[in-house]
Structure formats: structure tokens, C-alpha cells
């Protein structure tokens, strides 16, 4: 299995920025950024292939907003967070999956973050 490892969460002001990284301990066919706000189901917010191209699918929420980049050599994943909105607060978990298709089955333990009104 992999694991995975979340860092670069923390408080920043509406319209701020901020930028996640997560990094595995092996190879994955995709990985992708979800959250989850406290009382809500949790969502995802954007994906990329780490093999077969680097195709990218995004939240319609943080389209524009948000840019979803990898590292094929060091298995990692990057969200960058820009124009931040205080619905944007919530626990951001890193996940992965090692098929083509399929649901997302190994998890991060997650990184928080707050956006302040």
C-alpha cells in the first residue's frame, strides 16, 4: 500500500494563498486533493494522473482558482491554492489509487485549512 503524507496547511485571509504537498512512499496510477468541512460529506477537489500524462480534473468550486501539479520522480502531488474563500476551510486530504479506474482507496491523514472572512 501506499502512504501518504500531507503538509502545507494553515490559516491564510480570504483572497490569500496557499500550497499543499503530499508526498507517497510508492507509485500510484492517479492522485488527488479532497476536504472535508466539519458537518459535511467529503468532496473532491481536483485529481491528476501520475502515469499515462498528466491529465487533471477540478472541482467546479475552485476552477480557476485552484491548480493541481505533480512529480512523477519524488511521487508527489502539489494543489496550489490561490484567491482562498472562507468555504475553502476544511481538512484537505491527499489520496491515491493504483488503477485507472476505480475510487480513491489509500488516504493521507490530512492538513487543515482555515480561511479567515
Known amino acids: 500500500q501506499v502512504q501518504l503524507v500531507e503538509s502545507g496547511g494553515g490559516l491564510v485571509q480570504a483572497g490569500g494563498s496557499l500550497s499543499l504537498s503530499c508526498v507517497a512512499s510508492?507509485?500510484?496510477?492517479?492522485m488527488a486533493w479532497f476536504r472535508q468541512a466539519p458537518g459535511k460529506e467529503r468532496e473532491a477537489v481536483a485529481a491528476?494522473?501520475?502515469?499515462?500524462?498528466?491529465?487533471?480534473v477540478y472541482a467546479d468550486s475552485v476552477k480557476g482558482r485552484f491548480i493541481i501539479s505533480k512529480d512523477n520522480a519524488k511521487n508527489s502531488v502539489y494543489l496550489q491554492m490561490n484567491a482562498l474563500k472562507p468555504e475553502g476551510t476544511a481538512t484537505y486530504y491527499c489520496?491515491?489509487?493504483?488503477?485507472?479506474?476505480?475510487?480513491?482507496?489509500?488516504w493521507g491523514q490530512g492538513t487543515q485549512v482555515t480561511v479567515s472572512a
Open positions: 510508492g507509485s500510484s496510477y492517479s
Open positions: 491528476i494522473t501520475m502515469s499515462a500524462g498528466n491529465n487533471t
Open positions: 489520496a491515491a489509487r493504483r488503477t485507472v479506474i476505480g475510487k480513491y482507496t489509500e
